[in-house]
């Protein structure tokens, strides 16, 4: 009589689930291959500055217009998957539902989209949430996101590193330049943080870049306090562009 292993008895009391739509799928910590190919993976061509995907290649311009305009304080940013229906349901899912294992499966996927971002780069700060938030959700899920993917690099995670010092309202119905109004001056480097972080190289980690107002004023904050370039890694990204 086979005895069964710990894994096998985990399974049996555990069936394993596809992280998006909670099928059923073949081990713990996976998608399902329905889920897996609605994923819409950024890839070239797209803005080196701000990531944003570009719908053809530009012909010779390797910035979107709103970056050539209007530089963002961050040096470079990438993202994993465009933020559409099939993405929405893992970012729900790991902002609202403390799902630990998903960032752990997503964690590889920031890995190989950020590498040209790590070189260099001092620590992983994830964009920390107002302390009420955090109080009624429990966890954020760009520290989640900040743990998981520093179990792959040889970078630190340094959460305390940046406070949000003002609760605004949830962006999800403001416009671009309501968003960044909303969110100025809503961060800051503690003062016990000022002198780790001066002369730094340091990359900011959140699961969605939606217009940029969040990040940037995070990057304001931490430029502020001496570090010395702010690079951003995202799960997901919003839009896309022409040129």
């Not at 890839?43 to 500055?49: A, D, G, L």
């Not at 190289?201 to 304001?220: H, K, N, Q, R």
């Not at 430029?223 to 839009?239: I, M, Y």
Request: overall charge positive; some cysteine; proline content about 8%.
């Amino acid at each position: 009589m086979r005895l069964l292993g710990l894994p096998n008895l985990l399974d049996i009391a555990f069936p394993p689930l596809c992280l998006r739509c909670k099928t059923r799928v073949g081990g713990q910590g996976m998608l399902c291959a329905a889920c897996w190919q609605q994923l819409a993976f950024i890839s070239e061509p797209f803005c080196v500055r701000c990531g944003i995907p570009f719908e053809y290649a530009p012909g010779g311009l390797d910035q979107c217009g709103k970056c050539l305009r209007a530089p963002p304080p961050f040096t470079q940013a990438r993202a994993v998957l465009r933020y559409d229906d099939a993405s929405k349901l893992l970012v729900l899912r790991l902002k609202y539902h403390d799902d630990a294992a998903l960032a752990v499966t997503c964690a590889p996927w920031l890995q190989r989209v950020g590498e040209p971002l790590f070189a260099g780069a001092d620590a992983l700060i994830p964009v920390p949430l107002h302390y009420w938030r955090f109080v009624g959700r429990r966890y954020n899920q760009a520290a989640l996101l900040a743990n998981a993917l520093a179990k792959h690099v040889s970078l630190p995670v340094w959460p305390h590193a940046l406070k949000r010092i003002r609760a605004t309202p949830p962006q999800a119905a403001l416009r671009a330049k309501e968003r960044a109004e909303n969110i100025k001056g809503a961060f800051a480097v503690p003062p016990r943080e000022t002198a780790r972080l001066r002369g730094k190289t340091v990359l900011l980690i959140d699961d969605v870049y939606t217009t940029g107002a969040t990040l940037s004023a995070c990057t304001e904050a931490l430029l502020e306090a001496r570090v010395s370039e702010v690079r951003v890694l995202t799960l997901a990204r919003r839009g896309s562009r022409t040129h």
